[in-house]
């Protein structure tokens, strides 16, 4: 299983990121996938996740409404779309997928796979 997030970069307050995850050597439609992100000196928290088929979505509360997930499965790669950004939304972001197959969480612990991140740097 290869998870590999990219589309972070420097960006202002107020402005916006589209963070990309790119499956590989799996059946990606059969999945799950969750966004989670650590900042410097906190853990790793989870931010949104969308079930195999897109039907379920699930958002931490303080990304409610800034925030969208999705997905595509015909192209194996999920989305974060990332509206109005905050200075406190700077982390490196992560994209996982859990290790059992049509199944939705928000745990952290239940998240078996893992890309290496994309930095978001949002500066006031």
């Known amino acids: 299983v290869q998870l590999l997030e990219s589309g972070g970069g420097l960006v202002q307050a107020g402005g916006s990121l589209r963070l990309s995850c790119t499956a590989a050597g799996y059946t990606f439609s059969l999945y799950s996938i969750g966004w989670f992100r650590q900042a410097p000196g906190k853990e790793r928290e989870f931010v949104a996740a969308i079930s195999r088929l897109g039907g379920r979505t699930d958002y931490a509360s303080s990304m409610k409404g800034r925030f969208t997930i999705s997905r595509d499965n015909g192209k194996k790669t999920a989305w974060l779309q990332m509206n109005n950004l905050k200075p406190e939304d700077t982390a490196l972001y992560y994209c996982?997928?859990?290790?059992?197959?049509?199944?939705?969480?928000?745990?952290?612990?239940?998240?078996?796979?893992w890309g290496h991140g994309t930095q978001v740097t949002v500066s006031s």
């Open positions: 996982a997928a859990p290790g059992r197959t049509d199944y939705d969480t928000t745990n952290r612990d239940e998240y078996d796979y």
